[in-house]
């Protein structure tokens, strides 16, 4: 997984882990974002439910907010920036 030097700088400051995005990139449904970007987020039932199955088989603990959490990745796979959802992601 490639961060930009902006991602990083957004992990750091929203408390976003590596670990974290590498899951969320695994479970989470895609949108699309224009300029050839896609939005990953667990925001459909089975998505937060595959989420919450990852997390237990890898057994961590503290994990407030990570289903809130999307991954901005352009068309290369490199992730570009990461936040906390305050409202539902519409798809285009």
């Given at each position: 997984m490639i961060l930009t030097d902006h991602a990083k700088k957004r992990c750091q400051q929203?408390?976003?882990s590596e670990v974290c995005i590498d899951v969320i990139l695994k479970t989470g449904d895609e949108f699309y974002a224009g300029n050839r970007?896609?939005?990953?987020?667990a925001q459909t039932k089975s998505a937060k439910k595959e989420l919450f199955?990852?997390?237990?088989n890898l057994g961590i603990?503290?994990?407030d907010g990570w289903d809130k959490t999307y991954i901005v990745v352009d068309e290369?796979?490199?992730?570009?920036?990461?936040?906390?959802?305050?409202?539902?992601?519409y798809k285009h």
């Open positions: 929203r408390a976003i970007c896609l939005i990953i987020a199955a990852e997390i237990k603990k503290n994990t290369n796979d490199v992730v570009l920036t990461a936040g906390h959802r305050t409202k539902k992601i």
